[in-house]
């Protein structure tokens, strides 16, 4: 059992309270996702869970055990950090084997493991290298073979594909979801993009300000998100939002519906609007509406989709498809 349970966790920087209360479970061989926009606390939280930052108050129970006042060393967690944090002067070899030579295991222990470990990750050609001489995405590899040689009960992640370009970031978060299947390890994973999200989680956190927001699994937030924010955070482009009269007794209350769930038309449509833009993706196409009393409207339509700039087209939402947050 490597599940990673947090208790009220609170964390102030001085009088600023930036953890406000956090109770979650991360079960066994579970990805979970932290996402948020910056500052909401993501960062923190996993430093608490690392070791590497105190808690104010609360309890952090891993594997069973409260390591709420633990030495980092001593919780059976390794982070990898979007700056990689190699060491330069060192090899590939070096840098994987690192921790290992610093707890004094045997040199045949050492050279074994590090062999088997670069060969997990298709680094076995690259280990006399210096850091310098890597890609971006070697690099990435060395720093989580770096983590994965020590055998933690749970990885933990600083937003590690930030630094990489989209085309490395994709081919990156598909080694990782194939890395998790393998070791069948508890990782916990900060990021603010919500791809990454969506694509890697089994359970997604949304943390907002400190606090959490909405917890599960990437298909149950996009599909019912518990308020505007979290509507806004997942899916791309963002859910339209606008507020909508009910009955008389409710009052005033939001609506949204994502840009997929919107259809064009050039006749008829409950909301008039005239196209902004138009961004061809290709096998899908973006169309962005200029409306009085919404602003802007975004629409998702299919790549063919004929459509002029500066036209005027209805937009409505298809049936069944509207969210309303209370
Ligand atoms: P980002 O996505 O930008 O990395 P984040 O969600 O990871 O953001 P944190 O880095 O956890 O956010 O920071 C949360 C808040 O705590 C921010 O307002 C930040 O300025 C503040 N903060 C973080 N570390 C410290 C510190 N050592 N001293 C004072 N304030 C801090």
Redesign the pocket.
Known sequence: MTSVVLKDIRKS?GS?E?IKGIDLTVETGEFCVFV?P???????LLRMISGLETSSSGQIVIDGEDVTHAEPSKRGVAMVFQSYALYPHLTVRENIGFGLSLAGRPKSEIAEKVEKTAESLQLTHLLDRKPKALSGGQRQRVAIGRAIIRNPKVFLFDEPLSNLDAALRSQMRMELTDLHAKLGATMIY?T?DQVEAMTMADKIVVLNAGRIEQVGPPMDLYNNPVSPFVAGFIGSPKMNLYDGEVAAAEGCTTYGIRPEHLALSKSEGKWQGQVRHIERLGADTVVYLDHPTLKQIVARVPGDFEIVSGGVVHASPMSGKEHRFF
Do not use: E, L
């Open positions: 920087f600023f930036v948020g910056s500052g909401c606390g993501k960062s923190t900060v603010h």
